[in-house]
């Protein structure tokens, strides 16, 4: 699946906000160039952890594999992993492409491995990589063998 995602300097300063940055001191310099920019710095800087929001964006309905229902409520994020290609811009057109790189019964429950590529849209640059697993409770059992099903791209 491709989707794209698009953000400004504004949105990039209010998740560096509301993640806490300038929190406990308003002008702390190593928290300040993620919400202004001053006279030698260009742009603000996006915070590292901002390129997790491409994979919430990229799937609207969910994680919605035919064959494969859970309920929305018993869906727990077990990890996030982002790998940085490049610094994003402060703001930025990015194409994402999403793929289904694991998938495993556990019985009663199934884990999702899911990988978002973060490219800017008009360089076309990978800007970064962000594996998402989810643990879907009550959803497993599906392979109807005794030896659980795996499957990892």
């Not at 390129?51 to 018993?74: H, I, M, V």
């Not at 063998?145 to 990892?152: E, I, P, Q, T």
Request: glycine share 8%.
């Amino acid at each position: 699946m491709i989707s794209t995602y698009s953000y400004t300097k504004i949105g990039a300063a209010f998740y560096a906000l509301g993640i806490g940055a300038c929190a406990s001191d308003a002008v702390d310099k190593e928290e300040l160039k993620y919400v202004y920019h001053e006279n030698s710095q260009k742009a603000i800087k996006v915070f590292p952890t901002f390129p997790a929001l491409l994979t919430l964006e990229s799937l609207p309905n969910g994680f919605d594999l035919p064959g494969l229902q859970y309920e929305s409520r018993l869906l727990v994020h077990g990890q996030q992993y982002i790998e940085m290609y490049k610094p994003f811009p402060s703001s930025c057109h990015a194409q994402n492409k999403v793929s289904l790189v694991g998938l495993y019964d556990k019985g009663k429950a199934t884990i999702l491995e899911i990988e978002t590529k973060g490219y800017e849209k008009e360089s076309g640059d990978l800007l970064c990589v962000n594996i998402s697993t989810v643990y879907l409770r009550d959803a497993g059992g599906f392979s109807k063998s005794s030896k659980l099903f795996s499957y990892s791209n």
